[in-house]
Every structure is written in structure tokens, then in C-alpha cells.
């Protein structure tokens, strides 16, 4: 589960202990996103002001990676608290540009 994420397909890489995770925003995962935390619109605006809940962000991680081998949910959040909000905030930012401007 160390493969490079690709730019190029809207993916972010998630640091988990030793290995690094790849989250990809597709149709499919964002879909399913938003079926368990509500509209991504909403989602977005949450995290522009500051609002966006610990859950909400390990759960659209969750949806996004793109292999769960070895990692379940609640070892997910936990590495989202390991690592911290600020570091966090990086693949978070990567996958809410995805959701608003598409691939480019």
C-alpha cells in the first residue's frame, strides 16, 4: 500500500505509521461520502470555515482510499489524531479542490 499517489487523478497521500495511503476522490467514493455525511457542498463550506468535524474528515478519507488492506476504520481515525489536524489538512485540501474544480 506504498504506491505513489497520482496528482493527475485527483489522489492525496494519507501518511498511516510506516506506510503511505492513497485517497482518490472518484465518482464512486465521493458518492458514497456523501451519502453518510450529506451533501459534499455543504461539506466544503463546513471546511472553509473552520467547521469541518474530526469524523467528518476520517470518514472522506475512508470513502476515498483507494485500498483498505490491513486498515480499517477505526485504525484510519486514529492516524488522522496521530498525525494532527495541520498535517491532516494537506490530503483534506487536495480531495476538497477535487470536489469543487474537477480534474485539470
Known amino acids: ?11 492525496a497521500a494519507l501518511p498511516l ?3 503511505t495511503l492513497t485517497l482518490r476522490p472518484s465518482f ?14 455543504a461539506l466544503v463550506e463546513r471546511a472553509s470555515r ?3 468535524r ?3 474528515m476520517a470518514s472522506l478519507f475512508w470513502h ?7 486498515c480499517d476504520r477505526e485504525a484510519l481515525g486514529e492516524a488522522v489524531l496521530a498525525l494532527g489536524l495541520a498535517a ?7 480531495l476538497l479542490h477535487q470536489i469543487l474544480r474537477g480534474r485539470e
Open 88 to 94: 491532516a489538512a494537506v490530503p483534506l485540501r487536495a
Open 64 to 70: 476515498c482510499l483507494t485500498e483498505r488492506d490491513g
Open 50 to 52: 473552520g467547521e469541518l
Open 28 to 41: 464512486g467514493a465521493l458518492c458514497a461520502a456523501e451519502e453518510e455525511l450529506g451533501p459534499l457542498f
Open 1 to 11: 500500500m506504498n504506491a505513489v499517489p497520482n496528482p493527475h487523478r485527483g489522489e
Open 17 to 19: 505509521g510506516d506506510r
Open 54 to 56: 474530526l469524523h467528518e
